[in-house]
């Protein structure tokens, strides 16, 4: 009786370097194998058959692709021929996020920039570096970033100062209090919701209530 390992090598080339799934593909081009009574990658089974188990969370990367794309031989997508290779010495474990950074996307392809479109330095005090939900970081450039605020708030000024002024209540508009004294100097007291008052009329109304509470 075949077992299942010289069924799964039947299928597979090993007259290069990556070991070339032979058999049925997935869509995007992985080799597809019947494991355990469902459908899997045939590389995730290559590996299961030659290395062990793949611990949850964990995914495998294709390092003869990571090579060809720091080479510049590859640009990835479904039509990439690594995606069919099943060398287990080609499979590395590691996280999902560094398997992405590894690949050819648009996440990878920026984690590889070491400027920003306008040719400053994503390294060092300019660099910002916020962090994403699924444990990644989104590089940014400080200087791009403060340029860009600048010009907004530069903006809203300009847009603010274009408004017609506010009219001032009546309260706002009085020099003195109803008793006469001035709103000015070490009289004025301005209150935390900005209407103001007048501290000598403060201290005469402590006074009073002093007087009422003694008698």
Not at 181 to 208: M, P, Q, S, V
Request: glycine content about 10%.
């Amino acid at each position: 009786m075949t077992t299942v390992e010289e069924r799964f090598w039947s299928k597979v080339d090993k007259s290069g370097d990556c070991w070339q799934w032979t058999a049925a593909k997935f869509r995007k081009g992985y080799g597809q194998f019947r494991y355990e009574g469902k459908g899997q990658g045939a590389h995730r089974v290559a590996y299961i058959l030659s290395v062990g188990t793949i611990p949850a969370g964990m995914r495998l990367d294709h390092t003869c692709h990571t090579r060809a794309v720091e080479r510049g031989e590859c640009v990835g997508g479904d039509d990439c021929p690594h995606r069919a290779c099943v060398n287990p010495d080609h499979l590395e474990l590691v996280t999902e996020v560094e398997n992405n950074l590894r690949g050819n996307g648009p996440a990878a392809r920026h984690a590889r920039k070491t400027h920003c479109p306008q040719g400053h330095p994503l390294s060092g005090d300019n660099l910002y570096a916020a962090p994403r939900g699924n444990g990644d970081t989104f590089r940014s450039c400080r200087a791009c970033h403060n340029e860009a605020s600048g010009k907004w708030h530069a903006k809203k000024r300009a847009e603010k100062a274009a408004l017609p002024p506010v009219p001032q209540k009546k309260r706002e508009l009085r020099t003195h209090c109803s008793r006469g004294h001035l709103y000015a100097g070490d009289n004025l007291y301005l209150r935390t919701d900005g209407k103001r008052e007048c501290r000598t009329c403060i201290a005469a109304a402590k006074e009073a209530r002093r007087t009422r509470d003694s008698e």
